[in-house]
């Protein structure tokens, strides 16, 4: 049986565990790697469409949700987007920049996962592959692991186990059973950036239009507002507008939908329309697919010609093209959703090191932490920066 004793052992070569892997073992550590997946860097793969959304080129606090927003200021600020795109660069890989600064790979996400193997190799990192981790105790100085090969011990114990979405690709809740086993808080768990499900009853409706996609803004009670496609699906809503929105709303609330984000000013507009005597639905068509407009209309039963608009029904007009409230059922589940929110706390680590406060040791990084990103890229730039952040106090 395997009794190897490592500096540092870190648990998920995902993202950020490949990271700061890396970066322990340039700093002249001896790093075992090691994932109960057959492969690494699963999510990476997929992420993107295949192309992997791997960065932004600008990166704020305000795009992450976090029950303490100042935890993430350290890392972000001291592993910024530019390092990582260096290191894309020095493996000549491709990559393109797309609408609000979001940067993918030209040729695939597999490049980036071959990237990060070439740099494993580099940094003499060990990595395990289909290991499965029974038992993790913390002796006086030392980590102790019951594996599925074998026992190993290590000086200090990174957790990069992600978060609970896609459970397909082998996520697990491993990282937050085991922040609970070492007595440290964890922030309840829920799917984000996740397609949203329209009440049985309307879904006929949604269904009729499925495939369809046009600009809106969404918005929540909580959260801020987000411009952008909005893609209607068999059984309700999704796209980055809805995929964004999707981190603030809770069961029970409203999602409220700006049909027009390209006209400022929708009361003057609709004057305007109506002194120009122009039927609403071919004005609307300019705006939307031809087939929402007819069943928008049908919906709502509206009037094509404003001119029998009383004032008050073209102020409820308004309302209803730029502050359609719906009331989704659900969301589609972690099946579906691209991140987790919630996971370890953060009031419990320590913002520049990831170590936990109570257990020294003990590091946590990536999507485990009670750290979500907003769509853009921004979740890989946590799981880097995070990941850098740690390895550089191990
Ligand atoms: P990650 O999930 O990458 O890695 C965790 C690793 O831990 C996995 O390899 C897993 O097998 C392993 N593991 C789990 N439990 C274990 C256990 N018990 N024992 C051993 N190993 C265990 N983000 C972004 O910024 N841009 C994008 O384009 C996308 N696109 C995207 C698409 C889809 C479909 C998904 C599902 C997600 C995205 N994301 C994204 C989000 C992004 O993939 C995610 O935030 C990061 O991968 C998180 O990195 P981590 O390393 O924390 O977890």
């Not at 322990?24 to 959304?53: E, Q, T, W």
């Not at 200021?73 to 530019?82: H, I, N």
Request: with cysteine; proline share 4%.
């Amino acid at each position: 049986m395997n009794q190897k004793q490592y500096d540092v052992i870190v648990i998920g070569a995902g993202a950020a565990g490949m990271m700061c892997a890396i970066e322990a073992g340039y700093r002249g550590l001896n790093v075992l790697l090691l994932d109960h997946a057959p492969k690494p860097g699963a999510k990476i793969r997929i992420s993107g469409g295949g192309k992997c959304n791997f960065t932004n080129r600008n990166v704020e606090p305000k795009h992450f949700i976090c029950s303490n927003p100042h935890f993430v200021k350290s890392a972000l600020a001291r592993y910024q987007p530019d390092a990582f795109i260096e290191r894309v660069e020095r493996h000549a890989i491709a990559y393109e920049e797309r609408d609000k600064g979001q940067l993918f790979t030209l040729d695939g996400a597999g490049q980036l996962v071959a990237m990060f193997r070439t740099e494993l190799d580099w940094a003499g990192v060990e990595l395990q592959l289909n290991c499965f981790v029974s038992n993790v105790q913390k002796g006086s100085d030392q980590w102790q692991l019951i594996t599925s090969n074998g026992s190993l011990q290590s000086q200090k114990l990174v957790v990069a186990t992600g978060g609970l979405s896609y459970p397909k690709l082998r996520a697990s809740d491993f990282g937050m059973q085991l922040a609970q086993q070492f007595g440290l808080a964890v922030m309840p768990s829920r799917p984000g950036l996740v397609p949203l499900v329209m009440p049985a009853r309307q879904q006929a409706w949604w269904s009729e239009l499925s495939g369809l996609s046009l600009r809106v803004i969404a918005s929540t009670a909580r959260g801020p507002e987000f411009d952008g496609a909005m893609l209607i699906t068999h059984q309700g809503l999704s796209g980055p507008s809805i995929l964004q929105a999707s981190n603030y709303w809770f069961a029970g609330e409203a999602i409220r939908l700006n049909l027009l984000p390209q006209i400022k000013g929708i009361a003057g507009w609709l004057q305007e329309l109506k002194q120009q005597a122009q039927p609403l639905s071919t004005v609307l068509k300019q705006y939307w697919p031809k087939r929402f407009v007819q069943a928008w209309q049908d919906k709502f039963g509206f009037d094509d010609d404003l001119a029998n608009y009383s004032q008050i029904r073209l102020d409820a007009l308004a309302e209803q093209l730029t502050a359609w409230s719906l009331y989704p059922e659900d969301t589609a589940g972690y099946a579906k959703a691209e991140v987790s929110l919630g996971g370890v706390a953060t009031d419990e680590v320590s913002s520049k090191t990831m170590e936990s406060l109570k257990v020294p040791g003990l590091y946590f990084i990536g999507e485990v932490l009670d750290v979500t990103g907003h769509l853009g890229g921004f979740n890989f730039q946590w799981a880097w920066a995070s990941a850098h952040a740690c390895a550089q106090s191990l």
